[in-house]
């Protein structure tokens, strides 16, 4: 008997292939975002629209609280808190939903055959209508108290497409490791409660560049990743002049991410239907 | 038939649950409850050339490999070593259960069942109709399928999967908890889905239903082939080794952990029985036997295999 031919499952193609097969299955992914938040509505009279009063409710009672604490007018932290509050709500379930991913999944993974990818297709659509649902607060707000909006604004698209693909990678990076490693959920889970607090979401952080008292130490807060992400989407929607800086460090990080991420793809996409 | 040509080797492959071998290696919480560093051979240098127009059943006791196998075709595991070609659309029907969502209702799950296995939402708009009339579910359709029994689950599941064209059709065992009469009804149409499809591979405890479906065997034993040719030539080689031959629990696997071999430390013996690709195979008829009822009995793990030599690692 010959030798067998040792085709390896290792290679890039597959693992690119895996997410083009996905793509393809919008179909399926599609449906099941949307049945995870109908699901989660279900029976209730307004269903997904919990969403955005949970979210309109957390803005601005935050909003009251932390103009009162630092000082700030209204109309300036109010707008803040809440654009804040949206992109975070993506990104941090992108990160402790991403860690769940697979592991979630086990019953369908085991029984189906679909790429891999498809799992983290339907978490992102997931939490693309999540944030749909949010932007409804984010336009009523802009009844209350109109931002200075101008044609530089619609940056905030492209900025929201590449927070998207940010999360991609992020989920199947973190949704592949934690499957091999069941301790990463809670890790995950501590460290996205921890960067909240490092992030400008509920102070400023131009108020703390200019303060000479703190500002030094300010700087650091340029380390944290997420605050890039969340700058390049709030600065156009509330009509602040667009720092290019975030926006290089953004895409760095999306090269870099994906990189890693498809050589991972590569090593252990096969292993998850083992692992989970 | 669309020219579902099924090429299908696989060579020298082996799927491994690393499952506990990885808790043992994390540590921490979850990792004390794992006792040792296993690695499972679920199976073990499976060389398996499957045509179009093959109809195989798979056989062998609890946890000799033939859900992992299943899986190994379906493309859900890929192997650890070899490889597998599988050309064409597969529709694997493990679990009835899987991808069921108890809050909607009949109509949506069928659609959805239906994305699971391949299909588009057009084509199973088409569909609905002759299903809903399969199950016989009436107005239930319209209801939340928390309200139905288990039975009507199973008709629904079985309605969507015997609806579908598969090029690759892969049963496991566990489709036989519905009632009698529709249990005839549903193997008529199981019969029909065969046909349409160009390949099955069917892995039961059930020799009825196998017979129905099937003409070729595959004996399964520890992750290995032990013999494969004609059906009944090989059930008929398996009751001789297994007189009383263990029968599953109508309901088949528990979900999620479906098909997951046992942890059986020690290496399986290497080198697979001699294949018996005897020709005239159905002339040759088991002897018939009462089914004994589903007892507690638990298989015994096999008794010294005359065919091979003993099994080194235990």
């Not at chain 1, 975070?88 to 990818?117: N, R, Y």
């Not at chain 1, 931002?147 to 929201?160: E, K, M, R, V, Y």
């Not at chain 1, 130490?217 to 975030?246: D, K, M, S, Y």
Request: with cysteine; glycine share 10%; hydrophobic share 45%.
């Amino acid at each position: 008997m010959s030798a067998p031919p040792r085709t390896s499952t290792r290679t890039f193609a597959l693992a690119v292939n895996d997410l083009r097969r996905g793509w393809r299955q919008r179909e399926l992914w599609g449906h099941l975002g949307w049945q995870d938040i109908r699901q989660r509505y279900r029976r209730s009279v307004l269903g997904p629209f919990w969403i955005t009063i949970s979210m309109a409710i957390t803005a601005v009672a935050l909003g009251i609280l932390y103009a009162g604490l630092f000082g700030n007018p209204i109309e300036r932290q109010l707008p803040y808190i809440l654009v804040g509050f949206i992109v975070w709500a993506f990104i941090g379930s992108c990160v402790t939903d991403g860690a769940m991913v697979f592991i979630s999944s086990e019953g369908l993974i085991k029984h189906l055959p679909a790429p891999i990818s498809v799992h983290v297709y339907r978490l992102i659509w997931r939490q693309i209508l999540f944030f749909g649902h949010n932007m409804i607060v984010y336009a009523v707000m802009l009844l209350v108290f109109p931002q200075p909006l101008t044609l530089a604004s619609l940056a905030a698209i492209p900025a929201f497409a590449l927070l998207v693909l940010n999360g991609f990678w992020a989920v199947l990076l973190i949704g592949i490791i934690s499957t091999r490693f069941r301790d990463l959920p809670p890790v995950t889970q501590s460290i996205v409660q921890l960067m909240f607090f490092l992030t400008p979401i509920v102070w400023i952080y131009d108020d703390l560049q200019k303060n000479p008292a703190v500002s030094s130490r300010a700087r650091l807060a340029e380390l944290n990743p997420f605050l890039h992400f969340l700058e390049t989407i709030r600065q156009p929607l509330l009509g602040e002049p667009i720092v290019w800086r975030h926006w290089l460090i953004v895409l760095a990080i999306t090269v870099v991410g994906w990189s890693l991420t498809l050589v991972v793809m590569r090593n252990y996409r096969s292993r998850v239907s083992y692992w989970v | 038939m669309r020219q579902a040509c099924v090429d299908f080797p696989i060579f020298d492959a082996r799927a491994r649950s690393l499952k506990k071998a990885m808790l043992g290696m994390v540590g921490g919480q979850i990792g004390s409850n794992a006792q040792k560093v296993v690695v499972v051979q679920a199976l073990k240098n499976i060389d398996l050339d499957l045509q179009h127009g093959a109809r195989v059943a798979l056989i062998g006791h609890n946890g000799a490999g033939k859900s992992t196998l299943l899986r190994l075709l379906s493309g859900i595991y890929e192997p650890t070593a070899g490889s597998t070609v599988v050309t064409g659309r597969v529709a694997p029907v493990f679990d009835l259960a899987v991808g069921m969502d108890q809050e909607i209702s009949g109509y949506e799950n069928i659609i959805v069942r239906g994305l699971f296995l391949g299909m588009t939402r057009v084509q199973m708009e088409q569909r609905l109709d002759d299903i809903a009339e399969f199950t016989e579910l009436g107005d239930y359709l319209t209801m939340p399928i928390r309200t139905y029994s288990t039975g009507m689950k199973v008709r629904l599941a079985l309605g969507v999967v015997t609806s579908i064209d598969p090029e690759i059709l892969l049963l496991d065992e566990g489709i036989g908890a519905v009632d009698a009469a529709f249990l005839r009804k549903a193997r008529g149409r199981l019969t029909d889905l065969v046909g349409r499809s160009g390949l099955l591979v069917f892995a039961s405890h059930s020799d009825e239903l196998l017979r129905d479906l099937c003409d070729t065997g595959v004996w399964l034993e520890r992750g290995q082939i032990l013999q494969q040719g004609p059906l009944e030539e090989v059930l008929a080689a398996y009751k001789e080794r297994y007189p009383a031959p263990p029968r599953r629990r109508p309901g088949g696997p528990p979900p999620g952990r479906g098909g997951l071999p046992p942890n059986r430390p020690g290496p399986a013996p290497n080198r697979p029985g001699p294949p018996l690709d005897g020709p005239g195979g159905q002339g040759v008829q088991p002897p018939e036997r009462p089914d004994p009822p589903p007892g507690p009995g638990s298989p015994q793990p096999g008794p010294p295999e005359p065919t091979q030599p003993p099994d080194p690692g235990s």
